[in-house]
C-alpha cells in the first residue's frame, strides 16, 4: 500500500540504520515500486541494495573465472576416457543444474510430479565433498587445488565418494521412488567430481535468456551463497563463465547433460516435457503437466510461482528495466547474441 511504501522511506531516512536492514528495504522498495509500474525508480533501489550487500561481499570475479578456466583445461574428454568406469553405478540422482532464477523449480516440480521420482531441495553434499577434498589436499596442490585434485582420485577413491554422496542424501528421500532430484544450481561448476563419483545420474541444464536471468537474480535478496549477485558486471561475468563451461562439457562429455531453455519450456510446455522424460529414462506421465497440483514443500524464491500453470507473464519482463541495464549487456558479450531463438508453436 502507498502507507507501506511511506513507511519504509521514513525508516530509510534514519542516518542510523543498519545497513543490512536498509538493504532490506531496498530491495522491498524496489518489488514494491516494480509492481507499481514505477521502473526507473524501481531499479534506483535494487541498485542501492546490491551495492549495500556488494561492500560486504568478498566476492573475487576472477577467482570465479580462474576456476572454471581450469576445469576446461584439465577435464578433458582424454581426461574422462581414461576414467571410464569409475564411480558408484547408481542411477538415482538427477542433478539440476544452472544459474538461479533460470526455471530449475519448475524442471523439479515437474519431475516430483512422476510416480519415480522424489523431489528433495537445493542440496549442499556435493559442494561439501568438494570443500573436503580440497582440505585434505590442498597442501599438495598449492592455493588452488580443485579442480587440480580430481586427477589424483583413483577407481576405488570415486567409488567411496559415489556412495558417501548416496548415503548422506539419503536423509532427504522420504518414499521408495527410485529416483530423486538434487536441485542445487551451482553444482554446474562441479560435473566433473559428478561425472567421476555417479556416471549414471542424469544432469539438467536449465537455461534462461542471460539479460532476464540476470535481472531476476539481481533484483532477488538472496539468503546466502549467491555473492556473484551483487553487481550487475558480476553477474554477467558469471552467466559467461557458465555458459563457456557448459559448452566445454558439451564437448568433453557429449550427450551428457540435457539442456532445457526456460523459453522454450513455457511455449511448447508437453512436449519439451517428453523430451525431459525421455532423457530420464521415464514414461510419459500426464501429471507431470499438472505439476501446479503438486503439495510437495518447495522452499525457493519460485515456491509460489510452481503453484500455477505455466504463464508467460516473466518472459519479457526484463525489457521494462533494459535502460539500465547495459553493465550486464557488456558483460555478458558475445552469449547475448548466441542465445538461441525460440521457435513459435
Request: aromatic share 10%; charged share 25%.
Amino acid at each position: 500500500t502507498t502507507a507501506d511504501i511511506e513507511a519504509m522511506r521514513t525508516q530509510l531516512a534514519r542516518p542510523q540504520l543498519p545497513a543490512d536492514d536498509r538493504a532490506q528495504l531496498h530491495f522491498a522498495l524496489g518489488k514494491a515500486l516494480e509492481d507499481e509500474a514505477r521502473y526507473e525508480e524501481s531499479f534506483g533501489h535494487y541498485a542501492e541494495a546490491n551495492h549495500l550487500r556488494r561492500l560486504s561481499s568478498h566476492y573475487d570475479p576472477d577467482r570465479t573465472t580462474g576456476r572454471l578456466e581450469r576445469s576446461r583445461e584439465i577435464l578433458t574428454r582424454e581426461f574422462f576416457a581414461a576414467r571410464r568406469g569409475y564411480g558408484t553405478d547408481a542411477p538415482d540422482p538427477i542433478f539440476i543444474v544452472g544459474m538461479p532464477r533460470a526455471g530449475s523449480t519448475l524442471l523439479e516440480q515437474i519431475l516430483a510430479s512422476h510416480s519415480a521420482v522424489e523431489g528433495t531441495m537445493e542440496l549442499p553434499n556435493i559442494m561439501s565433498l568438494v570443500g573436503q577434498l580440497a582440505a585434505e589436499r590442498g597442501g599438495r596442490y598449492g592455493a588452488s587445488p580443485y579442480p587440480a585434485l580430481l586427477a589424483d582420485l583413483d577407481a576405488a577413491e570415486c567409488r567411496a565418494l559415489g556412495e558417501r554422496y548416496l548415503a548422506e542424501t539419503r536423509v532427504q528421500r522420504r518414499t521408495r521412488r527410485a529416483f530423486f532430484i538434487d536441485k542445487m544450481p551451482n553444482n554446474f561448476a562441479h560435473l566433473g567430481l559428478i561425472q567421476l563419483i555417479l556416471p549414471n545420474a542424469r544432469i539438467i541444464d536449465a537455461r534462461r535468456h542471460p539479460l532476464a536471468c540476470c535481472f531476476s537474480v539481481f533484483k532477488q535478496n538472496f539468503a546466502r551463497g549467491q555473492q556473484f549477485a551483487y553487481d550487475l558486471g558480476d553477474l554477467g561475468r558469471y552467466y559467461r563463465d557458465y555458459v563457456a563451461l557448459m559448452s566445454h562439457f558439451d564437448n568433453a562429455l557429449p550427450g551428457r547433460v540435457h539442456r532445457v531453455f526456460y523459453e522454450r519450456l513455457i511455449e511448447d510446455t508437453e512436449g519439451q516435457v517428453r523430451r525431459l522424460l525421455e532423457y530420464c529414462g521415464l514414461p510419459f506421465e500426464a501429471s507431470c503437466l499438472r505439476f501446479y497440483e503438486n503439495e510437495r514443500a518447495v522452499r525457493t524464491p519460485s515456491s509460489e510461482q510452481v503453484r500455477k500453470p505455466i504463464f508467460r507473464d516473466a518472459l519479457d519482463h526484463w525489457r521494462h528495466f533494459e535502460p539500465w541495464l547495459e553493465p550486464l549487456k557488456s558483460a555478458v558479450g558475445a552469449v547475448l547474441a548466441t542465445y538461441p531463438e525460440v521457435p513459435q508453436f
